[in-house]
């Protein structure tokens, strides 16, 4: 069964350095998006991404994010200076053309600002 | 506020029996509605989910119900076994939209042996 993938699983980095969360959605969706989830709070949506531009965004998605779609297979999340409140699981989720409303998860990178 | 939520954060069941899980929400442009699985240290995974022109929805061992006039609704699982075990999140959009689903606290079911 085809699923999300995310690369790394874990990532430690120190405070200000950049940083950035790869995925690789299933093959043949067509929207992405980026979640957060910090230590035992709620999943919380980032951004969403279509056609090759942000779609929706979430007050979250400061100017310190971006996302980017290098090829046809690869989906990144680039956090520029990282800061300690980014600490979190990061998901990664995509969904296809013709049921855009229900989007499968990738299992997370774990990102550790220290 | 949140525009989705969960009524308990912790619930414990006895292996073998029957768990709901309750969910309200609060925006009524919402009308499609998903449940997650959560476990530790994975993705959410996609369980089942339920459009706004149905009341009800079942999959194998698992139900979700959906009372639009109370804006609640409640995932069902039969005969729970140790592999339930995980926090369970209700999620809500528009049908058919690509926007940001909207999350619930969760509820983290436990299965006692």
């Not at chain 2, 414990?12 to 240290?41: H, L, P, T």
């Amino acid at each position: 069964e085809p699923e999300v993938t995310q690369t790394p699983s874990h990532q430690v980095t120190q405070m200000g350095q950049e940083v950035i969360l790869r995925c690789v959605p299933i093959s043949n969706h067509l929207y992405f998006y980026w979640y957060r989830q910090i230590l035992g709070q709620k999943v919380e949506f980032l951004v969403s991404f279509y056609n090759n531009e942000i779609s929706e965004k979430s007050e979250i998605f400061d100017d310190q994010f971006s996302v980017e779609r290098p090829d046809g297979s690869n989906f990144t999340l680039k956090i520029r200076s990282t800061k300690l409140e980014d600490s979190a699981m990061y998901f990664c989720a995509s969904s296809e053309p013709n049921r855009a409303d229900t989007q499968y998860f990738g299992p997370g990178t774990r990102l550790t600002v220290l | 506020g949140e525009s989705v939520g969960l009524h308990l954060p912790t619930l414990s069941v006895q292996e073998g029996d029957n768990s709901i899980i309750n969910c309200a929400y609060s925006n009524s442009a919402s009308d499609y509605f998903i449940w997650y699985k959560q476990e530790s240290g994975k993705g959410p995974q996609f369980i089942i989910d339920i459009r706004s022109n149905m009341d009800k929805r079942q999959g194998q061992r698992v139900t979700v119900l959906l009372n639009k006039t109370v804006k609640h609704l409640s995932l069902q699982i039969a005969a729970t076994q140790p592999g339930d075990s995980a926090v369970y999140f209700c999620a809500e959009n528009r049908e058919g939209g690509a926007d940001g689903l909207t999350f619930g606290k969760g509820t983290h079911l436990i299965i006692q042996p």
